[in-house]
C-alpha cells in the first residue's frame, strides 16, 4: 500500500531489488535503505533476517513503510528526516538507495511535496553527490552501497565519486525503461540541457555496488 504522494515501486525498485537478492544478508545483518518510499526493499532485506532501518524525508512514506511492516508483521525501524542527520554515529554493512535523480529546472530541491521523490536538480545529482561523499560514514569496513539511478545523471562521475571517497565501485546491472511523465512532460528542457537526444524514448537505469575496503 502506499499513501497519497508517496512514490510506488517502479522499474528502478525492481533492478534494485534483483540486486539486493544477490547480497549475503546473513553476513551483512545492519542495513539502511535511504528515501524508503513505500518500504519495499527495507522489508525485502527485514524478511531474509537483516536488522533494517530505513529513513525518509516524507511522513507520508514514513508512515506507509510502517503500516506495510505492520502488515507484513515484520521487524522495521523506520525514521523521518534526513539520511546523515538521523544515522549520525551508526555505521551499517549494507546501504541500498532509490534516490531522487530526475534533472529538473531550478537549483534549489523541493522542500515539500511528491516531488522530493524524484526532483534533483539540473543535472539530477542533488542527492547522489551527497551520498557518494558520506558512504565512507554509513558503512562498516567491507561494508557495501548499492545504489540505482538513471544513465543521465552519468554513472561514471558517481564511480569516480565514490572511488574518490574511498571506496571500490562499479556498475552491476543495467535496464532500459521507457520514459515516464516526468521525463516526457521535460522533453524540450532535457534536449536543450543535451541530457536527451531528440525523440528519445527510453531511459537507462543503472544499479551501481560500491564497496568500502
Avoid: K
Amino acid at each position: 500500500m502506499a499513501l497519497p504522494g508517496v512514490y510506488r515501486p517502479q522499474a528502478d525498485t525492481g533492478l534494485l531489488a534483483q540486486a539486493l537478492a544477490q547480497e549475503d544478508l546473513r553476513s551483512r545483518p545492519d542495513v539502511l535503505e535511504i528515501g524508503t518510499g513505500t518500504g519495499a526493499l527495507a522489508l525485502h532485506a527485514a524478511s531474509r533476517g537483516a536488522r533494517v532501518t530505513a529513513v525518509d524525508v516524507s511522513w507520508p512514506a514514513v508512515v506507509t513503510a510502517r503500516l506495510n511492516a505492520w502488515r507484513h508483521r515484520l521487524p522495521l525501524r523506520v525514521l523521518h528526516g534526513d539520511f546523515a542527520a538521523r544515522t549520525a554515529g551508526r555505521r551499517f554493512d549494507l546501504v541500498v538507495v532509490n534516490p531522487p535523480y530526475v534533472p529538473a529546472p531550478g537549483h534549489r530541491l523541493p522542500p515539500r511535496g511528491a516531488e522530493r521523490a524524484w526532483d534533483a536538480g539540473p543535472d539530477g545529482r542533488g542527492i547522489i553527490d551527497r551520498i557518494c561523499a558520506g558512504a565512507p560514514a554509513l558503512l562498516r569496513r567491507g561494508g557495501v552501497l548499492l545504489m540505482v539511478h538513471s544513465g543521465m545523471c552519468g554513472a561514471e562521475e558517481t564511480l569516480r565519486r565514490l572511488g574518490a571517497a574511498g571506496l571500490t565501485a562499479e556498475v552491476t546491472a543495467t535496464a532500459s525503461v521507457p520514459w515516464g511523465p516526468v521525463l516526457r512532460s521535460r522533453r524540450a528542457w532535457l534536449e536543450q540541457q543535451g541530457l536527451a537526444a531528440e525523440a528519445e524514448e527510453w531511459e537507462e537505469l543503472v544499479v551501481i555496488r560500491a564497496r568500502y575496503l
